[in-house]
């Protein structure tokens, strides 16, 4: 594995259930539980929207600018005999495109942009679903 390859962010604790996220590029996040916050797990939920947008974003935006974008990103929060785990997340695009040759062609691509991020792109929602081990460490 190449430096190219590795992802890195670290955690610092900045209070009582409140930390900052930062990766080597200069960007941070704060977040925490219970607050207005971003908690944990929105994040990763965040971070599925994230993922796709760019996808989608990307190759339809060639065509026409949206007059709207927005992703939602829903699960089920569930405690059972595996631990605490989300359940159930779904992913809904709501995509707004003008009228014209350009939108005509945006609106055309969605789909398929929408089905190729879910299948093959987006690498935090591939990951959460072909799973990957997480391994934590002491030092």
Known sequence: MTDQDLRRVTLTRDSLGRYTVRNGRGGSITT???????????????GIAGCTAVDVDTVTTRRAEP??????????????????HLKDIEVTFRVRFPEGEGGDAAREILPTMVRRS??????????????????AHVE
Not at 68 to 84: C, L, P
Not at 120 to 130: A, D, I, K, P, Q
């Open 32 to 46: 925490s539980s219970g607050t207005e916050e971003l908690s944990p797990v929105e994040l990763l939920l965040a």
């Open 118 to 135: 879910h299948e093959e792109f987006c690498t935090v929602s591939r990951t959460v679903m072909l799973g990957a081990t997480v391994t």
């Open 67 to 84: 007059d709207s974008f927005e992703i939602e990103v829903t699960a089920d929060k569930v405690r059972d005999e595996q631990g605490n």
